[in-house]
């Protein structure tokens, strides 16, 4: 009524305004507000036509950058090796992306960009900067590795003049090296070949980088590779008996001493004193119950021969001397950030940059001792030590083969099971139980771990400086801390079918462009967590774990897909970085509790593990009902829009409506899965299995 | 410059009704408090403009119409319906419309763009993300964009504005002026949408089409173009919709809107349809009546 009043009387205002005015008066003042009518048209016009072109960033310390394309391996070694090295690098700034994002290569930048999800994860470059090598005294090293005299500087990617195919290298290969002037560049092809180009033939330009479908693709190949290698080993098994231990009265080591190379020592049934030495390629073969005792002071077995091989017998009577406190305590592992935890120094006069290592994780007792001796064989063979089992130094091409150590039930007074310096190997069908670290592995890129059963020890398989591993099918349960921990960012480890169970942290992946796949990890505190960058995880199966998966490297280049997340109280607890969308090529991962309607294959409806809703849909009644209000599924709809603006978190675009790995659920009868696949709709194998 | 005689009167009179009207601006209040409400559980807000634009696009599809309907449904119709008497003012009817438009427009703009600019304002103050260890910048991320959002938010509101006033015009009596603002609610925030749908599941909509098709509703075309101007310009991805389509669709509905306002200012089509209605039923009534009678008798 009070309107009305007011509305009534505002009509009287109207009439006395208008009668009252001249006409004249009348027409200025709507022309003033036609004229302020105009202004805003053409003002918002303008809004939309004008190019607002944002201050271009100029380039910043590659050290503030969030890098990529150098393993922390080469980065320490060429820190070390030379101080004039310079690699060819990039800085790229991400219409999308806060951060700024290092490259080690251009190449690397060049594949990394072809990637599908790039763009939608960064959006486009808005501006990217390439090193300088114009005036800056270039020359390669012996190894085609460029060297500056001057430090470079940095130059717009689009100016610089590029010369690819050349002699220059980076520690991953061949690299393309960028120039502020064509003459530069003509200079250095005239010295190192190759052709001079720009950007844009650099952008369309065939290079060829590992990555981590590189990794899937070879894993047979490095299965066949493992076993033709054990064959290989198996063979030095048979070799010709050429001494036997006790005939004539003889000790073990004279035995040792007196049989011919590329013979057998016959260990018989019965305990035989150590320690030994192994000085020559022979095999020591046990039968019956051998056994090597030796004093509890040091070593028991030391080989330094070459196709040394140590069968069916059993040791003990190892030393108790392990490193100490430095490697059981929790140090800081420098897996991430730069030099980290291991940068000891040089205490011993060794110049090396990872001298302090051997020391550190290589030092002390063990059972059996191989240093400089390629091509060892280990196998059948029973381990009681209450420090390491056994520690392999240079020496390539071993075997560790149905090996069991039994180390010290408590692991801070233990040591490594199987310790790998810088020597590649297999090790295989082995049992670890107890003490430090079933395999520990420091430089031995190309290393097999197959088929092991690993109980509480403080971790399963622990990957330092090592690249290109294959970890396979081992079982490993009850580790105090981790199951599989591959730290000091490394590139190219498969990680594939490991059952890891009641484990404070089952997998933590470092590193670049690996693959984890078909792993089932279970019961333990926490699944997964992925310090990894441009990694393919799938196919992972991930149930009853009180945290599923934490994601922490910060840059979003993973690719996580068809993993199954059952069972886990929180499935993606943690999140530091950007959002992920952890989907690739329309389809996404199975996530108990994502709800939504699907066409048979994926729900339509975004899932965000590490929202706090979607996060609970699967064990708090009624949240099943917050998550269909229309207000929040609206919210879903363009969450995954523009996710290198969002802040942590995780979402999955196109959930997969039944689990990837259903035979696994059938097999271990589990019946909390309910595949939401709706009837009418394909069954899911035809449509998203390989 | 007769014809535009009395429009700045009129759009200030306009103004004052909304500025009086005191629900309006807890209306104000209370989309301010849904903003707050969807950006915190969506978390855009500290990742910047882009983002926050992102967060609110589909809250906004569903309130800008409300705010709209609410503002214009009652124009020209029931308590407010004082159409003879202004006739009677020296005021030309062009003037009478666009001045009723625009000051209602003007009291949207305050409505709607207030809590807007205050959530801008918030994301200049939260500001992007940080960092002690690398190098942090903004993307394409940028102020302006937000202004795009807000500029295509209010002219998307300018669109429901007219075409709720154009319901006004032609239903006179307010409890059918409701019912057909709703009407016109539905219509916007759905039915284009579901008509596209049904056209490109019946196959009546070629693929190819779809994004100038999708112009023709006016919350599609708002979306599309937030989506290509606004959200594009992060990720390089264009393509949402028939941009010349969208605002030759969105500038349709005003335009034709504003036509029927013009038009109808005078002419009583529901009127005479709401006569002709009565007529019938009393017509019905008088019938049943003679019938009782008649088995009485």
Redesign the interface.
């Given at each position: 009524m009070y309107q009305t009043i007011q509305y009534r009387y505002s009509l009287i205002q109207l009439y006395g305004e208008m009668t009252d005015r001249t006409s004249s008066e009348l027409t200025s003042g709507t022309l003033l507000l036609i004229g302020v009518g105009v202004v805003l048209l053409g003002g918002s016009i303008g809004l939309f036509v004008a190019d607002f072109g944002t201050a271009t960033p100029e380039p910043v310390a590659f050290d503030e950058t969030v890098a990529i394309g150098l393993t922390l391996e080469d980065e320490l070694r060429l820190e070390d090796e030379s101080v004039d090295v310079e690699l060819p690098r990039m800085q790229v700034f991400y219409s999308q992306y806060p951060y700024v994002v290092g490259y080690y290569g251009i190449e690397s930048f060049v594949t990394a960009h072809r990637e599908p999800t790039h763009e939608q994860q960064f959006g486009f470059p808005t501006v990217a900067y390439v090193t300088d090598y114009t005036s800056r005294g270039i020359r390669l090293t012996a190894d085609g590795l460029p060297e500056t005299r001057l430090s470079p500087g940095w130059i717009a990617a689009d100016e610089a003049y590029y010369v690819i195919d050349s002699e220059a290298r980076t520690p991953s290969g061949e690299t393309i090296v960028p120039f502020r002037t064509a003459e530069s560049a003509e200079a250095f092809t005239e010295e190192y070949g190759g052709t001079v180009v720009e950007w844009d033939a650099v952008l369309q330009s065939d290079v060829e980088v590992d990555d981590a479908e590189t990794v899937r693709t070879r894993l047979d190949g490095h299965r066949d590779e493992a076993d033709r290698s054990v064959v290989r080993r198996m063979e030095l098994a048979d070799r010709p008996v050429g001494a036997v231990v006790g005939e004539n009265g003889t000790t073990l080591q004279d035995a040792i001493d007196a049989a011919p190379s590329n013979t057998t020592v016959l260990v018989p049934n019965g305990t035989h004193s150590g320690p030994i030495e192994i000085d020559h390629p022979v095999t020591l073969r046990g039968s019956g119950d051998a056994r090597i005792e030796g004093d509890g002071n040091g070593t028991v077995v030391t080989v330094t021969a070459p196709e040394t091989a140590i069968v069916g017998v059993a040791i003990s009577g190892v030393g108790d001397t392990t490193p100490g406190p430095t490697v059981t305590d929790d140090h800081a592992h420098g897996g991430f950030s730069g030099t980290g935890g291991h940068d000891h120094g040089d205490t011993d006069g060794d110049d090396s940059w990872d001298a302090a290592i051997d020391d550190d994780y290589a030092g002390g007792d063990s059972a059996v001792s191989i240093t400089t001796a390629d091509g060892v064989l280990v196998a059948d063979t029973e381990i009681h030590t209450d420090a390491a089992g056994v520690i392999v130094r240079d020496s390539p091409d071993f075997v560790v083969s149905n090996v069991t150590v039994n180390g010290s039930a408590n692991y801070r007074e233990g040591h490594m099971g199987v310790a790998a310096m810088r020597s590649v190997g297999v090790v295989e069908h082995s049992t670890f139980i107890g003490g430090l670290d079933g395999v520990y592995t420091h430089r031995a890129d190309g290393i097999v771990v197959r088929n092991n059963e690993m109980y509480d020890n403080r971790m399963g398989v622990h990957l330092m400086f090592t690249s290109d591993a294959l970890l396979a099918d081992n079982a490993i349960s009850g580790q105090e801390q981790t199951g599989i921990y591959v730290m000091t960012g490394p590139q190219g480890n498969g990680i594939v079918g490991n059952e890891i169970t009641e484990t404070w942290t089952a997998i933590s992946v470092g590193g670049s462009d690996s693959y984890v796949a078909d792993n089932v990890l279970s019961e333990n505190d926490l699944g997964m967590r992925i310090d990894a960058t441009a990694s393919i995880f799938e196919r992972n199966v991930i149930v009853d774990n009180r945290n599923g998966v934490e994601t922490w490297a910060l840059l979003p280049t993973n690719r996580v897909t068809r993993n199954d997340f059952v069972g886990n109280d929180r499935h993606v607890p943690i999140s530091s970085g950007r959002l992920r969308v952890w989907t690739h090529n329309g389809e996404g991962n199975y996530w108990e509790g994502a709800i939504g309607t699907t066409d048979g294959a994926v729900i339509q409806r975004p899932y965000t593990p590490t929202d706090p809703i979607d996060g609970r849909l699967h064990r708090v009644d009624g949240a099943n009902t917050l998550a269909q209000a229309p207000a929040l599924d609206a919210l879903a709809g363009f969450e995954g829009s523009v996710p290198g603006m969002r802040a942590d978190g995780v979402i999955d675009v196109a959930p997969l409506c039944s689990p990837a790995n259903e035979a696994w659920f059938e097999r271990h009868g589990r019946t909390d899965i309910e595949p939401v696949c709706q009837s009418g709709g394909q069954r899911t194998e035809n449509v998203h299995h390989d | 410059?007769?014809r535009?005689?009395?429009?700045?009167?009129?759009?200030w009179?306009e103004l004052?009704?909304v500025v009086?009207?005191r629900s309006y601006l807890l209306l104000s209040a209370g989309l301010l408090l849904v903003f707050v409400g969807?950006l915190r559980?969506?978390?855009?807000i500290?990742?910047?403009y882009?983002?926050t634009a992102?967060?609110l696009?589909?809250?906004l599809e569903?309130l800008v119409p409300l705010v709209a309907v609410a503002l214009g449904y009652r124009a020209f119709s029931g308590?407010?319906d004082?159409r003879p008497?202004?006739r009677t003012?020296?005021?030309s009817k062009s003037?009478l419309v666009a001045g009723v438009f625009?000051g209602r427009f003007v009291g949207l703009a305050g409505i709607v763009g207030g809590p807007l600019v205050a959530v801008g304002l918030a994301v200049s103050q939260i500001g992007?993300?940080e960092?002690r260890?690398?190098?942090?910048?903004?993307?394409?991320?940028?102020p302006?964009l937000f202004?795009?959002f807000i500029?295509l938010t209010l002219?998307f509101g300018a669109v429901v504005l007219a075409m709720a006033m154009a319901v006004s015009v032609l239903v006179r009596n307010s409890r059918a002026a409701l019912a057909a603002a709703l009407a016109v609610l539905v219509a916007v925030v759905a039915g284009g949408d579901l008509v596209a749908l049904l056209g490109l599941s019946a196959g009546s909509i070629s693929d190819d089409l779809l994004g100038t098709v999708l112009a023709v509703g006016p919350n599609a075309a708002y979306r599309g173009l937030v989506l290509e101007?606004v959200?594009g310009?992060?990720?390089?991805?264009s393509n949402a919709i028939n941009v010349p389509a969208a605002v030759f669709g969105l500038g349709g509905w005003l335009g034709v809107s504003l036509l029927i306002v013009w038009f109808g200012l005078d002419r009583r089509p529901a009127l005479l349809l709401q006569n002709a209605l009565d007529r019938a039923r009393s017509l019905g009534l008088r019938r049943r009546l003679w019938a009782r009678l008649r088995r009485r008798g």
């Open positions: - | 410059m007769s535009f005689r009395g429009f700045g009167v009129v759009a009179r004052l009704t009086r009207t969807v559980v969506a978390g855009g500290g990742g910047g882009v983002p992102v967060d696009l589909l809250p569903l308590e407010n004082d008497v202004l003012y020296p005021l003037a625009a992007g993300p960092s260890v690398f190098a942090v910048h903004h993307g394409v991320d940028s302006i202004v795009r500029a002219c101007s959200v310009v992060v990720t390089d991805r």
